[in-house]
């Protein structure tokens, strides 16, 4: 295996216990997985791991600080934070996997067609997707928020909005590269119709660069999920967003800071365990990118 | 070069147009009325209402109203505030307006020294302890939401060491802060550039014939590696920019400064769109000139890029 030339390496499925070895012995990348299966985990188990419901308030236990009760303390309606700590990592994973699943879809089929047929197709994609990067990527999602006024179908529909531009550029660029392949070429010629060469040929060629863009494009996805409803214009109550609990808790910062602290803290921790394990599956997948620019 | 920069400012003009015409879509698209929002307590009044109406403009068809924003625009001028009744939105934004430019102005000041500096310096140092403090750096600063930051940043040093005010604006400690919190993301951004530039910088042969010169690797590194590490990260200015005004939103919130990103939100709660229409065009404009400047400004440097069609490197 050493002695293969890179682009055999790149090119075609590799051995896939190998990887498995590869991807074992990356210390970063096993941290990151490991914070990404807990997170799971939570997020799957939230109704049996939290001690209370996500909603049940307590007036006259508000802002109470970390007891054998509420392990964290509670917040000002005296809701366990806990509890809404566990079901926020419900929010934020329906959010990032909503929009990953839209995103790539919308923009994996878009950077196909316009990669592969190019003309009038191409340009309307490209303008399309130049649209979008003509803004700041939150300026634009604040933008579409605002017009659809706040809630959780909102942020996935803004977040879609900004991240399939990114995918489908990305999509066009690896399809223009396969495109002239010799077994494209041939495929042609034997008449395979163009359905057919875009899903059995070029696809399975160019999914991994798009596995390791996903997996360091979810980070981005539950930090922008968490903006919007740190501003407001997000998620909204009774659900737990740690956005929005974060801001909450940043008004009592100074009193009763368990609640700010540790939404910040859940964030923080899921997000580098999501650019870990993106950056290890990069390394892995796509030894070309691997301490690139990017 | 001056073909080149006219290209490029009519390259502009799509991307106003696009932005013009979506932030004017997205005005009437919004929910509510806005006399009714104007109006509250008197919506009785029609009479006013009707005058209201006439004044705004709200009584055009949907055309004339688009040609008349557009209009408008092109002379500066952004229409009343929904808000603040007879007020015109520039008024709105003149105080943010001296706010905001400086707040990103000073993080880019301090992140782009710090980045290109903590980046090469890991380079050098390859795999000991330099490097592996820089990129735990890297990974924190890149990884760790801006808001995660700030309310870890404020309980520690605000509330529990009471070194810096919790919020505001207006006096130099009040900006340190915000300053941070706006600047560390950017810093760690362009110091993994940095650093990755740096290494592939000290690969090439004129390195190596400063050190067979017998150059002191001092001089060797600042003096030739380095500044063949500031040109790439100079092109990444326009990306840092656009990271930089969608923080600002966040960063002014949080810290209650006085700046277009809290008004901005603020606006959109109010319903007072006019105003929250023309911060996200301004955002746009700012990101689009600021992206030309980068482009204009490394065609100067390097003239391949002149050519149509070419790339930033």
Redesign the interface.
């Known amino acids: 295996m050493t002695d293969l030339p890179v682009a055999a390496i790149s090119v075609g499925p590799a051995d896939p216990g190998r990887l498995a070895y590869r991807f074992v012995r990356d210390p970063k990348a096993c941290a990151g997985a490991a914070i990404v299966v807990l997170l799971v985990a939570i997020a799957a188990l939230a109704p049996v791991l939290a001690p209370y419901p996500y909603d049940d308030t307590d007036l006259l236990a508000a802002w109470v600080p970390p007891s054998s009760a509420h392990w964290i303390g509670t917040d000002k309606l005296g809701r366990d934070i806990l509890s809404r700590l566990l079901f926020g990592a419900r929010t934020s994973l329906l959010v990032s996997v909503s929009v990953l699943g839209i995103t790539l879809t919308v923009g994996m089929a878009l950077g196909m067609l316009a990669g592969y047929l190019g003309g009038w197709v191409d340009s309307v994609v490209s303008r399309l997707a130049d649209i979008v990067f003509a803004f700041p990527d939150v300026v634009f999602a604040i933008l579409v928020a605002a017009v659809l006024g706040p809630s959780m179908l909102t942020v996935i529909v803004a977040l879609s909005i900004v991240w399939w531009p990114g995918v489908a550029r990305l999509t066009r660029a690896l399809v223009l590269v396969q495109r002239n392949e010799t077994f494209v070429e041939a495929a042609v010629v034997c008449g395979t119709p163009v359905a057919r060469i875009l899903v059995r040929h070029i696809l399975p060629n160019i999914v991994p660069p798009l596995i390791v863009r996903a997996s360091i494009g979810i980070g981005f996805i539950i930090m922008s999920e968490a903006t919007l409803s740190l501003l407001g214009l997000g998620v909204q109550e009774p659900q737990p967003s740690w956005g929005s609990m974060i801001r909450d808790g940043l008004e009592a910062l100074r009193t009763d800071p368990y609640l700010a602290l540790s939404g910040s803290a859940m964030l923080a921790v899921t997000i580098i365990g999501f650019n870990l394990l993106g950056d290890g599956l990069r390394d892995l997948l796509d030894p070309k990118l691997a301490g690139s620019l990017r | 070069m001056t073909m080149f920069v006219l290209r490029r400012l009519l390259g502009l003009m799509?991307?106003l147009a696009?932005?013009i015409g979506?932030?004017f879509a997205?005005l009437q698209?919004?929910?509510g009325d806005p006399v009714a929002v104007m109006l509250s307590d008197h919506s009785a009044d029609a009479e006013l209402a009707a005058r209201l109406r006439a004044e705004y403009g709200l009584d055009q068809p949907v055309w004339r109203q688009f040609l008349t924003y557009v209009a408008h625009i092109a002379a500066g001028d952004f229409g009343l505030s929904f808000r603040f009744v007879h007020t015109p939105v520039i008024d709105v934004l003149a105080d943010g307006l001296k706010v905001s430019p400086i707040l990103a102005l000073a993080a880019l000041a301090v992140a782009f020294p710090l980045g290109a500096f903590a980046g090469s310096y890991a380079a050098i140092h390859r795999n000991r302890w330099p490097d592996t403090a820089v990129i735990l750096f890297l990974?924190?600063g890149?990884?760790?939401?801006n808001?995660?930051?700030a309310?870890?940043l404020?309980?520690v040093l605000s509330?529990k060491l009471g070194v810096l005010p919790?919020a505001g604006w207006g006096t130099l400690d009040r900006a340190v802060l915000p300053v941070m919190i706006l600047a560390i993301p950017c810093a760690a951004y362009l110091a993994r550039?940095a650093r990755?530039?740096m290494?592939e910088v000290l690969q090439h042969d004129y390195v190596r014939t400063a050190r067979a010169k017998g150059m002191s690797e001092r001089a060797v590194v600042w003096r030739h590696a380095f500044r063949n590490v500031l040109v790439p990260l100079l092109t990444q200015t326009g990306v840092i920019f656009?990271?930089l005004?969608?923080?600002t939103?966040?960063v002014e919130?949080?810290f209650n400064i006085p700046g277009l990103g809290r008004l901005?939100?603020q606006s959109?709660?109010a319903r007072d769109?006019p105003v929250?229409?023309a911060i996200?065009l301004l955002?746009?404009l700012f990101?689009?000139v600021i992206n030309l400047m980068v482009d204009v400004l490394c065609a100067a440097i390097d003239p391949r890029l002149r050519a149509e069609g070419g790339s930033r490197p």
């Open positions: 799509p991307v696009v932005a979506l932030t997205a698209a919004l929910p990974v924190a890149i990884s760790i939401p808001f995660a930051l309310t870890f404020v309980y509330i919790v550039l990755a530039l290494l656009g990271g005004l969608s923080t939103f966040v919130t949080i901005a939100i959109i709660f769109y929250a229409m996200i955002f746009t990101y689009a």
